[in-house]
Nanobody, 115 residues
């Protein structure tokens, strides 16, 4: 199973970025999501998606971030991040969970928000 995350970069506060994560090597996915880890902090769950519509968000990103699944490619998940704040600066990791074989993580993509 491989996860390829992309879309990170540098942006000013108030700006937007969209992260993408493509999964290969699995035939079905129960859960897809994103977590992040800021310097000196523990990794925290940011957003999750079960199926196409059951979502969950950390309180810190509710109303600003949206997780979604590609309509054409079931193995691709996005994280649209709007109204970015300096405290959103972190390495963002995508993950997937399958009933058959457990949870897998992508390599991480860096998001830097400057104020």
């Amino acid at each position: 199973v491989q996860l390829q995350a992309s879309g990170g970069g540098s942006v000013q506060a108030g700006g937007s970025l969209r992260l993408s994560c493509v999964t290969s090597g699995v035939s079905s996915l129960d859960l897809m999501g994103w977590a992040r880890q800021a310097p000196g902090k523990q990794r925290e769950l940011v957003a999750s998606l079960a199926g196409r519509t059951t979502t969950g968000y950390a309180d810190s990103v509710k109303g600003r971030f949206t997780i979604s699944r590609d309509n054409s490619n079931w193995n691709t998940v996005y994280l649209q991040m709007n109204s970015l704040k300096s405290e959103d600066t972190a390495v963002y990791f995508c993950f997937v969970r399958t009933t058959a074989s457990g949870q897998y993580w992508g390599q991480g993509t860096l998001v830097t928000v400057s104020s």
